[in-house]
């Protein structure tokens, strides 16, 4: 079962990002998950079992100038705590869907092992089944890079 902790200061909108992230993944037909908020320091420090930490970035743009310094301190012990106890976490910005959609493709790696990619909204999509083919700048030919190196490693193990 992946858990996932969303963490954040004040009113950075850790219950509505859980609530959305958690609907999406049922519409997904994802079932082997659970979402915690890490909203005490207790919880903050027992955050090293969850599969992924997710923390809320601030909005300061939008809170007055004596909540700005109150959010960015209260940011700033989370960090730390989740580093002292050695969390690795992502932050999340954005405002609701592109919110939701950070948090969706986080969770995707871990979540998902047939690959399949989370929309939001609930929907699923397949992925691209193709491989990925890197084609040189000066021609459309994806071999011509290959036998330029091929060639040079066998002049070099030659001399």
């Known amino acids: 079962m992946l858990k996932i902790a969303l963490a ?26 659970e979402v915690v908020v890490a909203d005490t320091p207790e919880r903050l420090t027992g955050l090293a079992p969850n599969n992924l930490t997710l923390l809320m970035g601030l909005k300061i743009r939008q809170a007055s100038a004596c909540s700005a ?53 609930g929907q699923a999509g397949k992925p691209k089944t193709s491989p ?6 000066k021609c459309s030919d994806p071999q ?3 036998r330029l190196l091929s060639a040079l490693l066998a002049h070099r193990s030659k001399a």
Not at 8 to 33: I, S, V, W, Y
Not at 76 to 97: K, S
Request: one cysteine or more; charged letters at 20%; a negative charge.
């Open 8 to 33: 954040g200061a004040a009113n950075t909108g850790k219950l509505e990002l859980a609530a959305a992230l958690t609907r999406a993944l049922q519409a997904c037909g994802e079932h082997a998950f």
């Open 69 to 121: 310094g109150t959010l960015e301190a209260e940011d700033g012990l989370i960090r730390t705590a989740l580093a002292n106890a050695g969390v690795p976490y992502q932050v999340i910005y954005g405002e609701g869907e592109e919110r939701l959609a950070q948090a969706l493709q986080a969770a995707q790696r871990l979540l998902l092992p047939r690959s399949w990619m989370l929309l939001p909204g």
């Open 132 to 137: 990925w083919v890197w084609m040189c700048d």
């Open 144 to 146: 011509c890079e290959h």
